[in-house]
């Protein structure tokens, strides 16, 4: 008996830019802690890698909620300005995270949809496309294209609708606690990175799907995800039948060694 | 019926240093991602994160077993002297951690017995005294009295012994997995701090017999860890009678009232 269901569309990806694609959370959080310290603010630095990855307003609010003072709008802005200094101060250190590049590639390639949403301003996050060896015109959603940053869902469901995809049959990728809850209020699932520092637990409790080392065992593990090949070839080489995706990263070469004298050279969906 | 038992004697204390007392784990994470980006080694920092608190040996070893690159014993040197004047440029930004003052001074008060078992070198470790108001004759093992680092479990077994207590009444305090494991290795009970930034789920993991977000948290919460005030006081003011412990720290504190016109004031064991 055939059964009649309405099938899920193939996943798109939304990623968190900081500790999920380029190495930057702890420039980040010395450079905040430097910032909050030239203003008389001493916070233990793990309580400020605690909070990286909110909105900065969200971020220092609670920050300041811990240590019980007050900032004015001004404090805030030069507290923001003391903190882009510090970190550019530190950027020379900064690389792409190990596999971005090749994650990113693999699903170009793939015909996966995806693109960058940060709650980070478009000043400090653009020069990251170079690390990544990405184009000026790379779908990309920085905090200052929407109204509330994470753990809000707005830069979600906007780089949703950058792609012209429905958050919930989208995968948000990130390091931090704030991405994995920003992806539950955007309806999406959660994808966590242990390269931003937090711990394992702390991200399977925020509701992470399944947690990754880095993009690079993200990308070894694509088919935990629901993603396949669009458009597998069969290539034939000496007697073997080769089912080769369309992707050019390699990671997903699949050999199926069979006794063939002459296999038709075909393209199918799988 | 009297049960006859032996009593275990009160707990004396064996505390890390980075990330335990005082602020320095992401500094010191910051120096080692430029030493080793010196030399072309380029390791993603939450790495170098989870592997601080070794000795520097086995610390260095497992980084390189993880790039597949050796390294020999000139390199290594190289490495460490590097690291050293990476962390001394930072070094301006590292302060005692919230309630380590606090927390010393109480078990000093308190006369329970405590030392310092770090996996640095004395020339880095040394300076951390006066961060922490602490005397130059204050009992600190270093990395270079001892054969092996953390997790091996001699630092806290040296500590341990210029005390001239038993390993196994004792707890250690650390931040990090290295620790606890060391603890365990040394027969004693670990004590985890949230302070050096690792996920209190991986700190329960390895064996942590309570977290606390840092000292000031372990302070307030001293009870849990059987500290019993050694000499507590009765003082009568205005009708109310205050059992006070001899410490001078004021978090311990217990005001019984009664309508006592004229209590005894006497000191007693409790």
Same mark, same amino acid.
């Given at each position: 008996?055939?059964?009649?269901?309405?099938?899920?569309?193939?996943?798109?990806?939304?990623?968190?830019? =900081?500790?999920?694609?380029?190495?930057?959370?702890?420039?980040?959080?010395?450079?905040?802690?430097?910032?909050?310290?030239?203003?008389?603010? =001493?916070?233990?630095?793990?309580?400020?890698?605690?909070?990286?990855?909110?909105?900065?307003?969200?971020?220092?609010?609670?920050?300041?909620?811990?240590?019980?003072?007050?900032?004015?709008?001004?404090?805030?802005?030069?507290?923001?300005?003391?903190h882009a200094e510090q970190y550019?101060?530190?950027?020379?250190?900064?690389?792409?995270?190990?596999?971005?590049?090749?994650?990113?590639?693999?699903?170009?390639?793939? =015909?996966?949809?995806?693109?960058?949403?940060?709650?980070?301003?478009?000043?400090?996050?653009?020069?990251?496309?170079?690390?990544?060896?990405?184009?000026?015109?790379?779908?990309?959603?920085?905090?200052?294209?929407?109204?509330?940053?994470?753990?809000?869902?707005?830069?979600?469901?906007?780089?949703?609708?950058?792609?012209?995809?429905?958050?919930?049959?989208?995968?948000?990728?990130?390091?931090?606690?704030?991405?994995?809850?920003?992806?539950?209020?955007?309806?999406?699932?959660?994808?966590?990175?242990?390269?931003?520092?937090?711990?394992?637990?702390?991200?399977?409790?925020?509701?992470?799907?399944?947690?990754?080392?880095?993009?690079?065992?993200?990308?070894?593990?694509?088919?935990?995800?629901?993603?396949?090949?669009?458009?597998?070839?069969?290539?034939?080489?000496?007697?073997?039948?080769?089912?080769?995706?369309?992707?050019?990263?390699?990671?997903?070469?699949?050999?199926?060694?069979?006794?063939?004298?002459?296999?038709?050279?075909?393209?199918?969906?799988?």
């Amino acid at each position: 008996m055939a059964v009649s269901y309405v099938e899920s569309p193939s996943p798109s990806f939304l990623f968190d830019l =900081d500790g999920t694609l380029i190495d930057s959370v702890y420039q980040h959080v010395i450079a905040w802690r430097a910032a909050l310290s030239a203003i008389g603010i =001493d916070l233990s630095v793990w309580r400020i890698h605690r909070r990286i990855g909110m909105s900065g307003g969200l971020f220092v609010s609670a920050l300041l909620r811990e240590t019980g003072r007050t900032l004015s709008k001004d404090d805030i802005d030069r507290l923001q300005l003391a903190h882009a200094e510090q970190y550019r101060a530190q950027v020379d250190g900064v690389t792409a995270l190990p596999g971005a590049r090749e994650l990113l590639g693999f699903l170009t390639d793939a =015909d996966v949809p995806w693109a960058i949403a940060t709650s980070g301003y478009a000043a400090t996050a653009r020069p990251a496309l170079g690390l990544l060896g990405l184009a000026e015109d790379t779908p990309m959603v920085t905090r200052d294209l929407v109204r509330h940053a994470k753990p809000d869902p707005d830069l979600f469901l906007a780089a949703a609708a950058v792609l012209g995809v429905e958050a919930r049959h989208a995968f948000v990728v990130g390091d931090s606690v704030w991405d994995l809850l920003a992806a539950r209020r955007a309806g999406a699932l959660g994808v966590g990175l242990l390269s931003g520092g937090y711990g394992r637990e702390e991200l399977e409790r925020a509701g992470a799907y399944r947690v990754y080392a880095d993009p690079a065992e993200m990308l070894a593990r694509i088919d935990e995800l629901g993603v396949r090949p669009l458009r597998p070839m069969i290539l034939v080489t000496q007697g073997e039948v080769r089912h080769r995706t369309a992707c050019s990263g390699g990671f997903r070469q699949h050999f199926v060694r069979e006794s063939f004298a002459a296999a038709p050279l075909r393209a199918s969906r799988d």
